[in-house]
């Protein structure tokens, strides 16, 4: 009877042991495709993982724009498309540790809008792929080294403005333009560029530019009042703080009548007398077909620098008379949106 019992344990442990080794020879079929070279799921859906360093009404419409042209592409979220969303809420800490997860998740695409976000990303990975947007100048904040397909994992578009039709859209909404204020964020570099831009530009045709830094989008109107009685205007770009609390800017404008003409047509809307500058929404079409371009096997570093050619202008009479100015006929006549 013993003998029978350790004979009868040994076939059913040999049984369980063929059975082991079977099972683990022969690959799971659920009825989903491979990739025979990688064993990898070839219909599995893609992740793009997307941070803004803030959302403001561009930023967001550069988001909308991406996701829209992944589904016309077809990549559809919740289909085949999972995309990950994180804001910093101008916090550049915050960035830092969104783009170390977005790293660690192994996204397929990461996607950083505003450039403290892509510089963040870029810090944290060489390898997966990065599409930054609304970077005013790639090359300066060192995301790449040049425009025309950077060699490495970072490609995207850029929302840079030529200085030149800003300026005399300036000089047109005030004729006798001598003194212009900048309200900007200094630990950003796009708001640093522009700001040594237009020094160049405007010096040399009597114009001075009286720059006031705000570290914080809660010291932006406290930075505006510093202007009081030093100058005609103060131009905007697209400096993120700045944008996130145009409503506190455009209050001190309307208090001290003065004007504000942005870069950002979004501002508009929401204080400026008028801006010349590029489609976001558009922008973020443009860079979501880069991210398609990836998707489909392309590499980042092949693919050049996305730079728009076209330039919108919004102007608002309502804010122009509610900032001590009315708006010439002429400029209401060529622009694309008027804002009431």
């Known amino acids: ?39 990898t799921d ?44 994180q804001s910093a809420q101008g916090n550049t800490a915050t960035s830092g540790q969104i783009a170390k997860q977005f790293v660690a998740d192994n996204s397929d695409v990461i996607v950083a809008i505003g450039t403290p976000s892509a510089q963040s990303v870029a810090a944290a990975t060489s390898t997966i792929p990065l599409v930054f947007s609304a970077v005013t100048d790639p090359v300066e904040a060192k995301l790449v080294s040049k425009l025309d397909g950077s060699g490495t994992n970072v490609t995207g578009g850029s929302d840079a403005l030529p200085y030149e039709p800003q300026i005399e859209l300036m000089r047109q909404i005030i004729p006798n333009l001598k003194n212009v204020g900048y309200v900007y964020s200094p630990g950003e570099v796009n708001s640093t560029i522009i700001l040594k831009n237009l020094k160049e530009k405007l010096t040399p045709l009597g114009i001075k530019v009286h720059e006031a830094p705000a570290q914080r989008s809660t010291d932006i109107a406290m930075a505006a009042r510093s202007l009081e009685g030093k100058v005609d205007m103060i131009y ?58 990836i998707l489909n096997g392309e590499k980042a ?35 694309k949106e008027v804002v009431e």
């Open 1 to 39: 009877m013993l003998y029978q019992n350790r004979f009868a344990k040994a076939l059913l442990w040999g049984g369980v042991c063929t059975a082991i080794l079977t099972g683990c020879s022969q690959p799971a079929n659920d009825g989903a495709a491979t990739d025979n070279a990688t064993g």
């Open 42 to 85: 070839a219909t599995a859906a893609k992740t793009v993982a997307i941070t803004a360093i803030v959302e403001h009404p561009a930023l967001d419409a550069v988001r909308k724009g991406v996701i829209d042209e992944l589904a016309e592409a077809g990549f559809k979220e919740g289909e085949n498309l999972k995309v990950n969303f």
């Open 236 to 293: 905007t770009s697209t400096d993120n703080n700045v944008v996130s609390a145009y409503e506190s800017l455009f209050q001190v404008a309307k208090e001290s009548k003065i004007p504000l003409i942005a870069s950002d047509t979004s501002s508009v809307a929401r204080g400026a007398v008028a801006a010349l500058g590029v489609d976001y929404y558009a922008l973020g079409r443009e860079t979501g077909k880069i991210v398609v371009r």
């Open 301 to 335: 570093g092949e693919i050049p620098v996305y730079t728009p050619q076209k330039l919108d202008l919004f102007v608002s009479p309502k804010n122009a008379l509610a900032e001590g100015i009315t708006l010439p006929q002429a400029i209401i006549d060529k622009a």
